[in-house]
């Protein structure tokens, strides 16, 4: 055969090829992406485990208020670990378990949803475990707890609750689960076990 001949078996060969390796190269993309979220959803469903099961039984007597830490914990490591919208979507799904076993009530959707959801946004700008904590802070014990006045006062009908009324009660408790959290980042990181919580929760 001479060269031209040959030049033309090699484009006739080569077309034939090429789909096949951008399918395979696409399929496992697929597979990867599909790995990857089902990861994730079972983080969040691990974290939602944690905060219905924690805030069962681990419970903090105070001076101001009933403390109640696990939640919060949970919402500074999913900052961290997994961002907000996974953070929010194991606080919902905690909530709503709590509300169907007869152990929470709707307060706790805006308590936990509000500081999950700035909790990651201030880790995802910042990138600082000082901003997790402070978005968690401000999320739960400040928009959470005026947000959940509406939802106490008009819907579950408590005529005695005010703007104010859950504002200490949830302050306490989102600083105690913060401060908690933070100490359990910490010593994740000293450990070097940090980033690979984080790496395998975004894989």
């Known amino acids: 055969m001479d060269r031209r001949g040959h030049a033309r078996g090699q484009a006739k060969c080569q077309p034939l090829s090429a789909p096949g390796a951008r399918q395979k190269t696409a399929s496992m993309g697929g597979i990867s992406m599909n790995n990857s979220r089902i990861r994730e959803m079972n983080m969040v469903a691990l974290f939602a485990a944690l905060s219905i099961v924690g805030g069962m039984f681990i419970v903090i007597p105070t001076p101001f208020a009933r403390c109640a830490p696990v939640q919060h914990i949970v919402n500074v490591m ?62 739960t014990g400040i928009i959470g707890a005026l947000l959940a006045y509406p939802v106490s006062s008009y819907i579950l009908g408590n005529s005695a609750a005010a703007i104010y009324t859950f504002i200490v009660p949830f302050t306490v408790s989102t600083a105690a689960g913060s401060a908690i959290s933070a100490v359990i980042i910490c010593a994740l990181e000293k450990m070097r076990l940090m980033s690979v919580l984080e790496e395998s929760g975004k894989q």
């Open 78 to 139: 999913c900052a961290v670990m997994l961002g907000p919208r996974c953070g929010v979507a194991a606080a919902f799904i905690a909530s709503v378990i709590r509300n169907l076993l007869g152990i929470g009530t709707l307060v706790a959707f805006p308590g936990s949803m509000c500081g999950a959801w700035l909790s990651g946004m201030m880790y995802r700008r910042f990138h600082k475990v000082h901003a997790a904590v402070a978005g968690e802070i401000i999320g």
